[in-house]
C-alpha cells in the first residue's frame, strides 16, 4: 500500500509539472520547502528507500545470484516494456492530434522515431524519447519521463550481489560503509557544485549525477534490513523524525542532509502499525508499478484534450482514474503472468518474446 501511494504522490506532483510547465515555484511542496523538493522526489525517494529493504531480503531468500537476478528482470523489465511500446506506439500518436493537426499528425510522428535510439532506451531502462507530440502542452515531446527512474532503480539492484561478495550479511558494517560513502556525496553535492552534470545525457546510463541520491535512500532501506532487529519502533523517535523533516524544509534548508535518516525512519514506522493489516491491500493485486509506468503519459493526454478546463487539482482526479485502470490492465495482463515465471526460471529466455503463448495455455 506504500508504494501504491508513493506512485499516487508522484501523480498528484506531476500535475503540476505538467499545467504549469515547471516545478519550480508551483506545487505545493515546492513552495513549502523553499524549492528544496517536491512531493514527487520525496516520493521517488521512498521507493528506492521500500526498494534497499525488499531487495535484500529478496537476495538472502534467493538460491543464487542467477536467481535473484532473474526475479529482479522479470519483475521489472515485462511491465516495462510493454509501458515502453505502449507509450511509443499508442499514447505518443494519440498526443499529435491537437488544433493544428485535427487528423493527427502520426506519418510524421514515426517517421522522426530514431529506432536504434529507442531500442537501446528500451533494454538499457530508459524513458523513450520522441517529437511532435503533445505539442500545445507546457511541457511539449516529452511522452513518459516517469520512466527515468527505473534504470537507476534496477543499477541498484545490481549492486547487492556485488556488497554480498564481500559477505555483507555477516559483516553489517559493509552496507553502512556504502551507505555513509553514498550519503557523503549526496551532501557534497547538497552544499556545492560538485557532480552537478545537469546537461549530460549519456547512452547506457542517462546521468551519473544522481547515483549518490539513489544510492543513499536505497541503502537506507538496506541498513534497516541489515538491524531491523535492533531498531525500535518508538513514537518519540517518529516524532522527532518528522519535525526535523519539516525544520528542514521550513527553515535552514537542509533536506538532503535530513531525509534519508528521517524519511526512512517514518516509512518503517508506517509500514509496521501493529494495527492495520497494510498487506491485505494487495489482495486485488499490485498496482504500484503499473501506476508509476503509466501516468505520465495519461496526465499529458488529458492535459492535451481537456487542460483548458481543468486545474492542477481536476486534472490529478481525472489522470489518476484512467491510470488506476492502466495499472490494474498491467498488473493483470502482464506482471503477475511473468511473476509466476520465477519458479520455472528456465523459461526466461522465452518468455520476453513468446508471452501470449504461456498466457494463452495458462
Known amino acids: 500500500m506504500l508504494r501504491f501511494l508513493l506512485a499516487v504522490a508522484v501523480i498528484y506532483s506531476h500535475c503540476y509539472v505538467i499545467y504549469y510547465g515547471a516545478v519550480r515555484d508551483t506545487e505545493p511542496f515546492m513552495l513549502f520547502s523553499q524549492n528544496q523538493t517536491d512531493l514527487g522526489g520525496i516520493a521517488v525517494n521512498g521507493f528506492f528507500i521500500i526498494s534497499g529493504f525488499l531487495i535484500v531480503s529478496s537476495y538472502r531468500h534467493s538460491k543464487s545470484t542467477l536467481e535473484f537476478l532473474k526475479k529482479r528482470i522479470l519483475r521489472i523489465y515485462p511491465g516495462f516494456i510493454v509501458a515502453f511500446l505502449i507509450s511509443m506506439l499508442v499514447l505518443g500518436p494519440l498526443g499529435t492530434f491537437d488544433q493544428a493537426h485535427p487528423q493527427g499528425n502520426v506519418a510524421q510522428y514515426f517517421e522522426f522515431l530514431r529506432k536504434k535510439l529507442l531500442l537501446l532506451n528500451l533494454f538499457t531502462l530508459q524513458a523513450p524519447s ?91 532501506g538496506c541498513c534497516v534490513y541489515l538491524f531491523r532487529r535492533r531498531l525500535q519502533r518508538n513514537h518519540l523517535l517518529a516524532l522527532l ?46 498496482f504500484s508499478y503499473g501506476t508509476y509506468l503509466y501516468a505520465w503519459p495519461i496526465q499529458q493526454l488529458v492535459m492535451l484534450f481537456a487542460g483548458g478546463q481543468l486545474t492542477p487539482g481536476s ?18 495482463g502482464i506482471e503477475k503472468h511473468f511473476l509466476k515465471l520465477k519458479d520455472n526460471p528456465r523459461w526466461l529466455p522465452f518468455a520476453l518474446f513468446t508471452f501470449p503463448v504461456f498466457s494463452a495455455r495458462k
Not at 177 to 192: E, G, M, R
Not at 248 to 261: E, I, K, Y
Not at 322 to 332: D, I, L, M, N
Open 315 to 332: 486534472l490529478f482526479l481525472v489522470s489518476f482514474a484512467f491510470t488506476v485502470v492502466a495499472a490494474y490492465a498491467s498488473w493483470h
Open 130 to 220: 520522441a517529437v511532435l507530440c503533445f505539442q500545445p502542452s507546457p511541457l511539449p515531446n516529452q511522452l513518459n519521463e516517469s520512466l527515468w527512474t527505473i534504470q537507476y532503480e534496477f543499477i541498484c539492484y545490481l549492486t547487492v550481489p556485488f556488497i554480498a561478495f564481500f559477505k555483507v550479511f555477516r559483516r553489517k558494517w559493509v552496507a553502512v560503509l556504502v551507505f555513509t560513502a553514498a550519503y557523503l556525496l549526496l551532501v557534497l553535492q547538497a552544499s556545492s557544485q560538485l557532480f552537478l552534470w545537469e546537461g549530460y545525457q549519456g547512452k547506457l546510463i542517462s546521468n551519473p549525477v544522481y547515483f549518490p541520491r539513489f544510492f543513499t535512500y536505497f541503502f537506507a
Open 241 to 286: 523524525a518528522l519535525s526535523s523533516l519539516i525544520t528542514s524544509m521550513v527553515w535552514f534548508g537542509g533536506f538532503d542532509l535530513v531525509a534519508p535518516f528521517s524519511l526512512t525512519y517514518l516509512l518503517f514506522y508506517i509500514a509496521y502499525l501493529p494495527h492495520i493489516q497494510l498487506q491485505n491491500f494487495t489482495r486485488y493485486g499490485d
